[in-house]
């Protein structure tokens, strides 16, 4: 599963959707600017205040690696 | 193989030079950590000649795609280390490969600057943050410092007022520069404190950000503030170590260009904010990159 934390102003969360849409992944798209709760288990599970942070089947990784995004979705 | 134009950078300078090259038919390649640069934390780009408002981010995206056309090398995520000489050819490498070109165009623009005192990169993300715009909501309800008071300061505390409990705007200088309508606006608040003539000297924490010390200049004191988020907004630095060995850098870091985008090195060239041009502006960012990758052309059709 795919979790996306992000806010709606920040610039590489609109990057970061953008790219998994046009890869046609599914994600869940967590507003952390709305939803506190999500905010704090994203803060507890990436150790930083900073979005985009996006959960890939349990693996965090925290702002716009590429790289490291298609490694683990298989892109 | 080699390639008769690399481009450096994937903001308006180096995508308009892409265009420019893959339509002239050079064999390219466009190496770029990320799209668009500066531009994508501008929430409204109101002088764009045609569009009459468009975020940062639709912009970049519109310039990108129209590059993406065309049948061009792409690397993405990718940051240029070094760039030097080979015999006539130039060699550039990235934190990955490395590549030969005939011909190349530095159009890798600016960066956030750095205070560079300790605890400012141990914290990125923990508490220390350059772009209000992205982390603004999650300092709600805590106090939080902005280093800068320009208008990229006062811009960065205006994004902080809808969440923060307090802010702190500390300025260097004996006076703040941002616009005075701006200031109000944020007095008028009742949650922001103005503070001139300090220097920042450290910021601490265990997890994440706790506390931040200044000196005041005036009496030489040190000050410690209890803060949950500094935010910096100091301004933008040109970052041109990786090709210091072939081009002249000013007082600023940014290099050095002629009329046409010539570097003092032959067939390297420079476009938009890396270089020394006075005006830093999408539009202009985008017409540099079409004279550098024009003045690359007749450069190769010369040689």
Redesign the interface.
């Given at each position: 599963m795919v979790r996306v934390f992000s806010?709606p102003?920040?610039?590489?969360?609109?990057?970061l959707k953008?790219f998994l849409k046009e890869h046609n992944i599914e994600f869940e798209d967590i507003d952390?600017?709305k939803d506190?709760t999500a905010?704090k288990e994203m803060?507890e599970k990436s150790?930083?205040?900073?979005?985009p942070v996006i959960d890939i089947d349990g693996e965090i990784i925290?702002g716009?690696?590429?790289?490291r995004i298609k490694q683990l979705l298989k892109i | 193989m080699i390639y008769d134009l690399i481009i450096i950078g994937g903001g308006p300078a180096g995508i308009t030079a892409g265009i420019y090259a893959a339509r002239k038919k050079l064999k390219t390649l466009l190496i770029t950590k990320?799209?668009?640069g500066q531009m994508?934390?501008a929430?409204e780009i109101g002088n764009w000649p045609g569009t009459k408002m468009i975020s940062?981010?639709d912009l970049i995206?519109q310039m990108s795609e129209h590059l993406k056309m065309f049948e061009m090398k792409i690397k993405?995520?990718k940051e240029v280390i070094d760039l030097d000489k080979k015999g006539e050819n130039f060699i550039v490498r990235d934190n990955d490969q490395t590549y030969e070109a005939k011909t190349v165009i530095i159009a890798s623009g600016k960066v956030p600057r750095a205070l560079n005192i300790p605890g400012e990169e141990e914290f990125k993300?923990?508490?220390v943050?350059f772009?209000a715009?992205?982390?603004?909501?999650?300092?709600?309800d805590k106090n939080v410092a902005v280093i800068g008071g320009g208008n990229a300061g006062f811009a960065t505390a205006i994004?902080l007022l809808k969440y923060a409990k307090k802010i702190y705007i500390l300025e260097f200088f004996p006076e703040m520069k941002g616009d005075l309508v701006t200031k109000e606006k944020l007095a008028k608040s009742g949650k922001v404190e103005f503070y001139t003539n300090v220097a920042i000297k450290k910021i601490k924490g265990t997890?994440?950000v706790e506390s931040l010390t200044y000196e005041d200049r005036k009496t030489s004191k040190d000050q410690k503030i209890k803060i949950g988020?500094v935010f910096i907004a100091i301004g933008m630095m040109a970052k041109a170590e990786f090709a210091q060995k072939l081009v002249e850098l000013n007082q600023m870091g940014e290099i050095v260009i002629d009329k046409d985008n010539y570097t003092k090195t032959p067939g390297l060239f420079a476009a938009g904010d890396i270089s020394d041009i006075k005006y830093e502006q999408i539009v202009i960012a985008c017409g540099e990159g079409a004279k550098a990758a024009l003045a690359a052309t007749e450069y190769l059709k010369n040689k």
């Open positions: 806010t102003t920040c610039p590489y969360c609109v990057a953008g952390v600017s506190e905010q803060i150790g930083q205040y900073g979005v925290v716009f690696n590429q790289d | 990320e799209w668009g994508i934390k929430t940062g981010n995206r993405e995520g993300g923990k508490g943050s772009c715009t992205c982390d603004a909501p999650m300092f709600k994004d997890k994440f988020g």
